[in-house]
């Protein structure tokens, strides 16, 4: 039996400088800090930035409580209005917005001000969308995900602006673009590619993956959109599994695998990575 680990498997650099940031700033005081929403989607991560003195704040949790305190705007970014209410009650704000989604936030505003119909490809409940609907006139954006919403859009053609969010596939990007390019006059669409060039890369990569190896194990938590996506591309190669802790492995047998092939999404720390992958060679002998 063989593992192969990708090349561009776990953070990315947007991931990275956020973990990296918030464990600085908890080191620097005895405090608590809080992130506005959890910060990445991993829960391994977000236990150790816990036990660190980095608390999650919800959306049902009264903001009185920052008063005083430290708050960290995560990757996902946040709305305007959202970091006028942070900076209405905490004390200080970390702004660790990944550069992807501060570049997407930016292009929306541009647009919008100019006029422009916004439309987004993406997941509507997704907290980057939320944030990013915020730059945006609310009387003429729209989020679709699936072809079934373009039916749901104005029929009229006027300027529009199309971004993706930042952790889309990029065949469902191209799919529904095309779609809408036949549905309004195709003068009238700006195309903004904003999909961030670490989830093309990976994309891209566990493709070659899955064609290489007999089976794909995709490691990530189950709420990040970008592994989600990895593991739908993997699946409809090869055999794969998506695993969000080493235990999961219990459940899946890879005896009958000769090739074992690992990506894992962008908010996936590389010791994750190295336990799961080291479990699996204690496990069947490797």
Same mark, same amino acid.
């Given at each position: 039996?063989?593992?192969?680990?990708?090349?561009?498997?776990?953070?990315?650099?947007?991931?990275?400088?956020?973990?990296?940031?918030?464990?600085?700033?908890?080191?620097?005081?005895?405090?608590?800090?809080?992130?506005?929403?959890?910060?990445?989607?991993?829960?391994?991560?977000?236990?150790?930035? &816990?036990?660190?003195?980095?608390?999650? !704040?919800?959306?049902?949790?009264?903001?009185?409580?920052?008063?005083?305190?430290?708050?960290?705007?995560?990757?996902?970014?946040?709305?305007?209005?959202?970091?006028?209410?942070?900076?209405?009650?905490?004390?200080?704000?970390?702004? +660790?917005?990944? /550069?992807?989604?501060?570049?997407?936030?930016?292009?929306? &505003?541009?647009?919008?001000?100019?006029?422009?119909?916004?439309?987004?490809?993406?997941?509507?409940?997704?907290?980057?969308?939320?944030?990013?609907?915020?730059?945006?006139?609310?009387?003429?954006?729209?989020?679709?995900? &699936?072809?079934?919403?373009?039916?749901?859009?104005? #029929?009229?053609?006027?300027?529009?602006?199309?971004?993706?969010?930042?952790? !889309?596939?990029?065949?469902?990007?191209?799919?529904?673009?095309?779609?809408?390019? #036949?549905?309004?006059?195709?003068?009238?669409?700006?195309? /903004?590619?904003?999909?961030?060039?670490?989830?093309?890369?990976?994309?891209?990569?566990?493709?070659?993956?899955?064609?290489?190896?007999?089976?794909? +194990?995709?490691?990530?938590?189950?709420?990040?959109?970008?592994?989600?996506?990895?593991?739908?591309?993997?699946?409809?190669?090869?055999?794969?599994?998506?695993? #969000?802790?080493?235990?999961?492995?219990? /459940?899946?047998?890879?005896?009958?695998?000769?090739?074992?092939?690992?990506?894992?999404?962008?908010?996936?720390?590389?010791?994750?990575?190295?336990?799961?992958?080291?479990?699996?060679?204690? &496990?069947?002998?490797?």
């Amino acid at each position: 039996m063989n593992i192969e680990i990708g090349k561009f498997a776990g953070f990315c650099d947007g991931v990275k400088h956020a973990v990296e940031q918030s464990f600085y700033h908890a080191a620097k005081t005895s405090d608590t800090i809080y992130v506005d929403g959890n910060l990445i989607h991993n829960p391994q991560t977000l236990d150790l930035l &816990k036990k660190s003195g980095v608390e999650t !704040l919800t959306d049902s949790e009264d903001m009185s409580i920052l008063s005083g305190k430290t708050v960290i705007v995560r990757a996902h970014g946040v709305s305007p209005e959202r970091r006028e209410q942070l900076k209405s009650h905490a004390s200080n704000i970390i702004n +660790l917005t990944c /550069k992807y989604v501060s570049r997407a936030q930016g292009i929306v &505003k541009k647009y919008s001000n100019n006029g422009y119909r916004i439309i987004i490809i993406g997941n509507s409940k997704h907290p980057e969308i939320i944030g990013v609907v915020g730059f945006a006139s609310k009387d003429n954006t729209f989020v679709i995900s &699936k072809e079934e919403d373009i039916n749901l859009l104005p #029929e009229h053609s006027q300027k529009t602006l199309v971004i993706a969010q930042t952790t !889309l596939e990029k065949s469902t990007f191209d799919r529904l673009v095309s779609l809408l390019q #036949e549905k309004y006059n195709t003068k009238d669409i700006r195309v /903004k590619n904003t999909i961030c060039n670490a989830t093309e890369i990976r994309q891209k990569e566990v493709v070659d993956i899955a064609n290489r190896n007999d089976v794909v +194990l995709i490691i990530g938590g189950f709420e990040s959109s970008n592994t989600k996506n990895l593991y739908k591309i993997a699946s409809s190669i090869k055999p794969s599994f998506y695993i #969000e802790f080493k235990e999961d492995l219990e /459940k899946i047998d890879l005896s009958i695998y000769n090739n074992i092939g690992i990506m894992a999404g962008a908010s996936t720390p590389d010791w994750v990575i190295k336990e799961i992958a080291n479990e699996i060679e204690s &496990k069947y002998s490797i």
